[in-house]
């Protein structure tokens, strides 16, 4: 697992561990990281903590929040990498290491927010000599100029989820290769579409199986129902006739006519032999129904076998030895399921109407879901038209969907080095940089009275507090050489930190200047490029201990 080091405010060396999932970061109470400064938002960033990766959102703070220096709305974090909520700079490092040395780190003094250009430097109290935590090597002291950011180790969850992490490890890279195959032979318009068709095909065929079961159902309890009212109009017709003993007047020629009934008996109930029809009078029907019948003497309907449904109904008469009703004979039908049920013209046609409607509505949802895809790249696209058409680096698609968000969020710090770092590629600087945004961030990040010079004296930015004590509006001083601010005393600390930072850029110079009475500490670190050179300078204006 993952913690939140804190490296400047006043939480400094403060730790905070990372749950799994989203860690919101703000002054709010209810925040799952609290942050208590003046410039930071009630909700200010969300971290996002995956198996694999950590991803930084900003949640439209007002300050904002930035990545190593620059301004961003989504990005990936990495060890080593510095991350700014407005004033308040953090780094991620491993939790195991975090506890071990939680005890030793909490007690350390609040450090300023310094670190270089092209790889992040060390906290100033281990760059002077004090000695460096466990791990830290590892994470960030090591880390050569140039040199990519320490991958995070993958985290290993138990259980349910890993097993359902291991599966979709596994479609990720046996199935999904061939399904993003799909869209380099076939416009991915047509990849989606067959996607949605295919669905409707099989969804509509899948549903004919439940479809087919209830209206089998429906036939049988039909056929039943059917089979059970003919054998009663048959028992009531022919009750008169037996009753007398006139067998043969017993008729079963209505009910032969009906469509389904296979058979229509009447069956003596002491020795199972037929009354009825005379055609089969005298003779026992090999019918296991029959004995069911005789056996248990009541109205029944019953499914014979997968096309034939039995239905039988007593016929009595009134023992006086007994009292009760007597049964001398049954009617029994037998009657043909398949005179109720679907053919297979009118089962195809109803599979055809099924598909045609599900077709109409996929259709709708493949033009919605395919709009929902296009209309942030198409959004994105134009925006990003205009950004190098106009020279503006900041690009928003207000789609939640992190994958985009990190895409915007990459596709705004490219543009932002694009267009300020223009001159030093032209200069052959090689690659992108933006130094001079770089600078401006971290001025405005560092809580204490600041200025960015560059390398040849020139004022890249400054902050408003530092304006007050140099005497000076900091808009007229920027881009101006450092000599056009009006304290001569000060021109000479910030020339002589400058001179003596060219000469070791490696350590934090510090020299100390008067302001109104109060005596503050100047300390001027270097921002190195790639290659080890300086770029510019970040001068800091610090009270001294006791100070005021």
Not at 506 to 532: K, N, P, W, Y
Request: charged share 15%; net charge negative.
């Amino acid at each position: 697992m993952w913690a939140l080091r804190v490296l400047s405010g006043p939480q400094a060396g403060s730790i905070i561990e990372l749950k799994m999932g989203r860690n919101v970061v703000g002054r709010a109470p209810h925040c799952d990281i609290k942050i208590t400064s003046p410039g930071v938002s009630k909700e200010h960033s969300e971290i996002t903590v995956y198996k694999d990766k950590i991803v930084v959102t900003d949640l439209k703070s007002s300050n904002g929040t930035y990545l190593n220096g620059v301004r961003m709305q989504t990005g990936l974090m990495r060890l080593g990498d510095k991350l700014g909520i407005h004033d308040i700079l953090v780094d991620v490092i491993p939790a195991p290491e975090v506890r071990a040395q939680a005890p030793r780190q909490s007690a350390a003094p609040a450090p300023m927010p310094y670190y270089g250009g092209a790889a992040p430097q060390m906290p100033p109290q281990y760059q002077q000599g004090m000695p460096m935590p466990q791990g830290m090597p590892q994470a960030m002291g090591s880390a050569e100029p140039g040199a990519a950011p320490m991958a995070a180790p993958a985290y290993h969850p138990g259980g349910l989820k890993a097993v359902m992490d291991r599966a979709l490890e596994y479609i990720e890279r046996v199935a999904l290769p061939g399904v993003y195959k799909l869209a380099t032979f076939v416009e991915f318009r047509m990849v989606l579409l067959g996607f949605v068709v295919l669905f409707i095909f099989v969804t509509t065929l899948l549903s004919m199986i439940p479809m087919i079961q209830i209206s089998r159902a429906s036939i049988i309890n039909e056929s039943k129902r059917r089979a059970a009212s003919i054998a009663r109009t048959v028992a009531t017709i022919n009750q008169s006739a037996l009753l007398q003993n006139s067998y043969s007047s017993l008729t079963t020629n209505q009910a032969e006519a009906e469509d389904g009934v296979k058979q229509v008996l009447i069956v003596q109930q002491s020795d199972g032999m037929i009354l009825a029809p005379a055609s089969r009078a005298g003779t026992t029907p090999d019918l296991p129904f029959v004995h069911v019948a005789r056996r248990e003497m009541r109205p029944q309907a019953v499914e014979v076998d997968s096309s034939t449904i039995g239905a039988s109904f007593p016929i009595g008469l009134f023992d006086p030895n007994t009292g009760e009703q007597a049964v001398k004979a049954h009617a029994i039908v037998l009657y043909d399921v398949g005179s109720l049920a679907f053919d297979d013209g009118r089962a195809i046609s109803l599979f055809m109407q099924t598909l045609v409607i599900a077709s109409l509505i996929g259709l709708l949802v493949f033009f919605f879901m395919y709009k929902l895809i296009e209309y942030p790249i198409v959004t994105l696209n134009a925006q990003l038209d205009t950004a190098m058409r106009e020279k503006k680096d900041n690009t928003e698609v207000d789609f939640m969907f992190p994958a985009l968000q990190a895409l915007v969020g990459n596709i705004n710090s490219l543009l932002t080095r694009y267009l300020h770092g223009e001159g030093e590629q032209a200069a052959g600087g090689g690659g992108f940089v933006n130094r001079d945004g770089e600078a401006e961030n971290i001025v405005q990040m560092i809580g204490f009275p600041s200025i960015a010079i560059a390398k040849d004296g020139r004022v890249i930015a400054g902050s408003a507090s530092f304006g007050q004590i140099a005497r000076a509006e900091m808009n007229q001083i920027v881009g101006n050489m450092f000599q056009a601010i009006p304290d001569a005393a000060l021109q000479k600390n910030l020339e002589h930190l400058m001179n003596k930072t060219r000469e070791n850029p490696r350590v934090i110079h510090t020299d100390q200047l008067e302001f109104s009475g109060h005596l503050c500490i100047l300390s001027c670190q270097a921002m190195v490029s790639s290659t080890g050179e300086v770029d510019y300078f970040v001068i800091t204006v610090s009270p001294t201990e006791g100070g005021g």
